[in-house]
């Protein structure tokens, strides 16, 4: 059992930042594929940005709407992964939600079923 908490959701104003913090329980969290998903109001959730340290090294992926401004990172000695976003929009303003994946081993997946855990989420507003 995998339990994922994020922290570091906000209100804060449109060109500003933001960190995205998960804690994630687990002794074996380097091997986990650890996602980053979103859903604004009245919309469906969809994918932010994964990163696995897979055997041929790290593999990163990002949403080509936060392309160029999100950053993920990991922390394998405090089973944390962060998600930096930098000049945020009022789009960007939804909830946050942090995954892990078990199964996956080569790459990441944009996929919300390839990950088997989920953390309960952290609001991000973005004010124009």
């Known amino acids: 059992q995998v339990q994922l908490v994020e922290s570091g959701g906000g209100l804060v104003q449109a060109g500003g930042s933001l960190r995205l913090s998960c804690a994630a329980s687990?002794?074996?969290?380097?091997?986990?594929?650890m996602g980053w998903f979103r859903q604004a109001p009245g919309k469906e959730r969809e994918f932010v940005s994964a990163?696995?340290?897979?055997?041929?090294?790290?593999?990163?992926d990002y949403a080509d709407s936060v392309k160029g401004r999100f950053t993920i990172s990991r922390d394998n000695a405090k089973n944390t992964v962060y998600l930096q976003m930098n000049s945020l929009k009022s789009e960007d303003t939804a909830v946050y939600y942090c995954?892990?994946?078990?199964?996956?081993?080569?790459?990441?997946?944009?996929?919300?079923?390839?990950?088997?855990?989920w953390g309960p989420g952290t609001q991000v507003t973005v004010s124009s």
């Open positions: 995954a892990a994946s078990i199964g996956l081993r080569v790459g990441v997946s944009r996929l919300q079923n390839a990950y088997d855990y």
């Open positions: 687990g002794r074996t969290f380097t091997t986990y594929a």
């Open positions: 990163s696995i340290n897979s055997w041929s090294g790290v593999k990163i």
